[in-house]
């Protein structure tokens, strides 16, 4: 069953277990038992940090797993102290200091109470060749530490080789209910990818999601599955068989969950802000009103990432979504790859057919004033671009169309105008 398989490996592991290793594996509990009641964790970190080399994480990973601090609280911490290991060698008083009348944290914090835990999670990374990125190391995701990004985790568990810091990086989310028509859009959409060095996040789930990394399997694009849940299983069981292609495939498989956690509702939510924090874009392709793809849209908004999405027929229930978060100015409408690159103003490394842009377009009007304050102040409101004017709003907003057709400006989220 998933969850017995769960309890000691990942559901990656291909190879079959050594009966052996297994006896020698329960003496050697048997050890960590002895040890873990007549000495203290630091004997245990220091049995794991000989046997890896790898760097010791029980304080950061400690820091992650305290009960009654979220991400948000994690970062603020960490402004406050040099690091992590300070935070637990603190004293009652130092604690009360910085955490006022929250006794069970402090508490939390003197008992050491998640070390068990974390031991735990030390193994179980070692064993499976799971890599722990902290938010300090050059590894980690570093879109995640921008300033606007204050909720992001301060731990993140990675498996398979992916660079989370490529050059280029797009979600690409939607609704599990995916129709033909969506399946088909987020084909032709990643059908454009190709080539053009970008890599592919989404949530690793049925729909969109899926067809999102199938997309990048076939056009020979990394990808990553962001999960709800640890990497000791996969939800839903049915995508264990594409997981396994895009690590094979040089993608990778990200989480902030530990293993042995039961997978709850409010956890896909919290997951979509860190598929938004790490893609320089996310791209909506199919959505209702409600859901986790919204959810995320609404994410990326906040982090100021720019935001797209496949418009599709009025009255189609998971295109609802998409054209409501267009019409309300969230999301910049687009047709293909090519108007993800023209909005991103990225330069695509492969030939298009197609015209080519004017390179001088001639300005007519109240144009040319317009663009001339666009230029000089890079993201700003049509309110802004009046007060720098004599202009009415009506020939202001005649002007910005005009400017949009001829390729000079766009429009952001939030009717914000930037000069190309």
Not at 3 to 16: D, E, G, I, K, V
Not at 60 to 83: F, K
Not at 295 to 316: E, K, M, Q, S, W
Request: a neutral charge; proline letters at 5%; one cysteine or more.
């Amino acid at each position: 069953m998933e969850m017995a398989l769960s309890q000691h490996s990942s559901p990656f592991t291909t190879s079959p277990p050594d009966l052996l290793f297994v006896g020698l594996e329960t003496l050697f509990l048997w050890g960590f038992h002895f040890l873990r009641i007549f000495a203290p964790s630091k004997s245990i970190r220091l049995i794991i940090q000989d046997s890896t080399q790898m760097k010791d994480y029980t304080y950061e990973m400690a820091l992650s797993m305290l009960p009654g601090v979220g991400s948000h609280s994690a970062r603020q911490i960490l402004d406050i102290v040099d690091s992590a290991e300070t935070l637990f060698h603190m004293s009652a008083s130092e604690l009360r200091h910085l955490f006022g009348n929250h006794d069970a944290i402090i508490k939390a914090i003197l008992n050491r109470s998640m070390f068990p835990d974390v031991e735990e999670e030390l193994r179980f990374v070692e064993k499976n060749h799971i890599e722990i990125l902290y938010y300090t190391d050059a590894a980690y995701p570093q879109r995640m530490n921008r300033s606007e990004c204050v909720d992001t985790p301060i731990l993140l568990y990675r498996m398979g080789n992916a660079d989370l810091n490529a050059q280029r990086i797009v979600s690409v989310v939607g609704t599990r209910r995916a129709t033909e028509y969506g399946k088909e859009m987020t084909r032709k959409l990643i059908d454009g990818f190709r080539g053009e060095g970008i890599t592919v996040i989404s949530g690793l789930a049925l729909g969109i999601d899926a067809a999102a990394h199938e997309g990048a399997l076939a056009n020979q694009l990394p990808t990553i599955g962001v999960l709800a849940h640890g990497l000791d299983q996969l939800y839903p069981p049915s995508n264990r068989p594409l997981a396994k292609r895009m690590l094979a495939q040089g993608g990778g498989l990200v989480t902030e969950i530990k293993s042995r956690t039961s997978i709850l509702p409010g956890m896909f939510p919290a997951r979509n802000r860190i598929i938004a924090a790490m893609s320089d874009a996310t791209i909506v392709v199919e959505a209702s009103r409600k859901g986790g793809a919204l959810i995320t849209a609404n994410i990326a908004n906040g982090y100021h990432r720019d935001l797209f999405a496949f418009p599709g027929r009025v009255g189609d229930k998971y295109s609802e979504g998409c054209n409501g978060i267009i019409a309300a100015c969230k999301a910049i409408m687009i047709r293909d790859a090519k108007d993800v690159f023209f909005n991103m103003s990225w330069a695509q490394h492969t030939k298009h057919e197609g015209t080519q842009a004017t390179l001088f377009p001639k300005l007519q009007g109240d144009e040319a004033a317009v663009l001339s304050i666009i230029r000089e102040h890079p993201d700003i409101s049509v309110d802004q671009i009046q007060s720098y004017c004599d202009l009415s709003l009506p020939k202001i907003a005649t002007a910005l169309l005009s400017l949009e057709l001829k390729n000079c400006c766009r429009c952001l989220p939030g009717k914000i105008y930037k000069a190309l």
